[in-house]
């Protein structure tokens, strides 16, 4: 830890690991012998474990300024803070564009984004179940995160290799023996409906009994191999339904009905799905 001071020279602190040498250059270390370290609230107080609240990054303009100054197209770069109704403040930049030059905003925002320190963006993994819809829904999720910078993997079916990039989101292509790489993914859920009897000219209750017959056998046969996991993971767990993670829905404010009740921690409502 290094502190200069105003009223005296610098303060140097060094307290290294049993190693002896520093291993991660992004964090200033362990807490030195005899220090405390709390998170107290506006009165004062410290804040009990697992309080959720939010984290404030400080970015310095001349660090963003560097970066846009770097891109071809750019002579001159200036970054201003700008009030945000959601993260109090966002950075904004203004930059001189070289004669004989174009460029536009979002691949300035993206030409950033890839150089900025990782500390201020989060990397987040997805793993919907690929079905069209399911897939749709957490794009939507995406697009939010990759518009306040962040960035999205999809941990997917190769059947969708090539269609998610064009949101900017990172594909983590998966291939799987049943599955053929060569179909349109709304092709085969599709011929998976209709040869399973769930799109067919018959009543609800016929379309029923028609997946029940053929898909019902399927579905046992596939749990029984879950069966190995599931019981070592109850010998040696225990439910437990606090979440220590962060969850997210997507829910209609107007029917959720937060005037009665209260969301647990770590649940955040999205107003839709964009």
Not at 60 to 79: F, K, Q
Request: aromatic share 8%; hydrophobic share 40%; proline share 4%.
């Amino acid at each position: 830890m290094n502190y200069g001071l105003s009223e005296c020279g610098w303060v140097t602190n060094v307290y290294l690991s049993e190693s002896k040498t520093i291993t991660n250059y992004e964090t200033i270390g362990k807490v030195n012998p005899g220090i405390e370290i709390k998170i107290i609230d506006s009165e004062g107080q410290s804040l009990p474990r697992d309080t959720t609240g939010q984290i404030c990054i400080l970015i310095s303009p001349v660090e963003l300024e560097n970066i846009l100054v770097t891109h071809e197209s750019v002579v001159n770069a200036a970054v201003i803070g700008v009030d945000d109704s959601e993260d109090g403040e966002v950075p904004m930049g203004f930059v001189t564009v070289r004669d004989g030059c174009a460029v536009g905003e979002q691949e300035l925002i993206d030409y950033v984004n890839k150089r900025v320190n990782n500390i201020k963006q989060i990397r987040v993994l997805f793993v919907p179940i690929d079905a069209i819809g399911h897939v749709n829904s957490a794009i939507g999720i995406a697009q939010v995160l990759l518009d306040a910078g962040h960035q999205c993997l999809f941990a997917i079916n190769i059947q969708w290799k090539g269609r998610l990039t064009k949101y900017g989101i990172d594909e983590v292509l998966i291939a799987q023996d049943d599955r053929p790489t060569d179909v349109d993914p709304a092709q085969h859920w599709a011929d998976l409906f209709v040869n399973g009897g769930g799109i067919k000219d018959t009543t609800p209750l016929e379309t029923a009994i028609n997946i029940r017959t053929k898909l019902m056998a399927q579905f046992t046969e596939e749990t029984k191999g879950l069966d190995v996991i599931v019981d070592g993971l109850l010998k040696a767990n225990r439910f437990n339904r606090d979440s220590k993670y962060l969850n997210i829905y997507g829910y209609p404010l107007e029917l959720d009905y937060l005037d009665i009740r209260e969301l647990p921690p770590k649940w955040y409502r999205f107003d839709n799905l964009k």
